[in-house]
């Protein structure tokens, strides 16, 4: 959900509108954080020291300020807080024994990876990157469990706020795609809890991933905490974008290679050779000067 800044005829009021809906009727006023007790959203912008009134309304949230600031100083500050609020899918207002909570939409993307789609939502999902490659690695991840209900599914890749989904050859991406769209939409829109934290603690449960204190960067040469800081700055957030994710595994200084570990959409993609060789390679290459490097995916 994106939140943009509005201006309106009264200096010291400012519109955040958002690009959804927000509340099914009506329009609630919130003199003080005593008034807000239906509003937890509200609640939490009162204990900002300008906030004078807060206004809920179908798709915006207004505040009037008092005069100890200008809106010019802070407007973009609470735009990014209402914003994150409400991607957390908090509760937004709650009357009765009904909670109003933000709505969750959930959209597909495609990937370079022909076999794996993008299922990106307007809500974070996981505070780590996590991939189960099986049904037996999900004890702990109980959308991944449920997932791997729908036979056609071979792998879920779970990162920020999207899930990678992996298919087998039986099933084409037209006929479930938005059955697993679906799925995922209301699964969220429950509440139910997507990875538990055991799951980022536990090593078998989670094949794939890091053991940060074994890598840790107090433990490893220049050389490859100059490639981890690339890496992380430069071609995470592309690969990302694809719905993939590439993992720093280690570094010979004596053959000049890098082991990486694909996951998600980048796993078993016919273009992650391409990628790795004219991609990431060449950038590793230019960005240390040493034209004798050479970067593998151990995981293929």
């Not at 809920?56 to 609470?78: H, L, P, T």
């Not at 939409?105 to 996981?126: C, D, G, I, Q, R």
């Not at 209301?186 to 799951?199: C, N, P, Q, R």
Request: charged letters at 25%.
């Amino acid at each position: 959900m994106k939140i943009t800044i509005k201006l309106t005829t009264k200096e010291s009021i400012i519109k955040f509108e958002a690009d959804q809906f927000l509340v099914p009727n009506g329009n609630f006023e919130f003199n003080n954080i005593d008034d807000a007790k239906t509003s937890p959203l509200a609640q939490e912008l009162f204990y900002l020291p300008f906030v004078k009134k807060v206004y809920i309304a179908s798709n915006f949230i207004a505040i009037e300020r008092y005069d100890i600031v200008e809106w010019k100083d802070v407007q973009n500050e609470v735009a990014e807080q209402i914003e994150a609020y409400l991607n957390s899918g908090k509760a937004i207002m709650t009357i009765g024994n009904s909670v109003i909570k933000t709505p969750v939409t959930v959209y597909a993307e495609s990937t370079p990876n022909p076999s794996v789609l993008k299922f990106v939502a307007n809500k974070k999902l996981v505070i780590q990157n996590i991939e189960f490659n099986s049904i037996d690695d999900t004890k702990f991840a109980p959308m991944a469990l449920a997932l791997f209900q729908f036979r056609f599914v071979k792998s879920v890749f779970l990162d920020d706020n999207f899930v990678s989904i992996t298919k087998y050859d039986i099933a084409e991406w037209s006929d479930i795609t938005l059955e697993l769209r679906e799925f995922i939409k209301h699964f969220l829109e429950s509440g139910k809890t997507v990875v538990e934290d055991a799951a980022y603690k536990n090593e078998i449960k989670a094949q794939v991933r890091i053991d940060k204190e074994k890598n840790s960067t107090l433990h490893l040469d220049a050389t490859s905490k100059q490639i981890i800081d690339i890496l992380e700055e430069y071609i995470k957030p592309a690969v990302a974008s694809d719905g993939g994710n590439i993992e720093f595994q280690s570094y010979n200084p004596i053959t000049k290679r890098v082991n990486v570990i694909l996951q998600g959409a980048c796993s078993g993609c016919p273009s992650s050779t391409f990628t790795l060789k004219n991609g990431i390679e060449t950038m590793l290459k230019e960005m240390l000067n040493d034209d004798v490097l050479t970067v593998e995916a151990i995981n293929g």
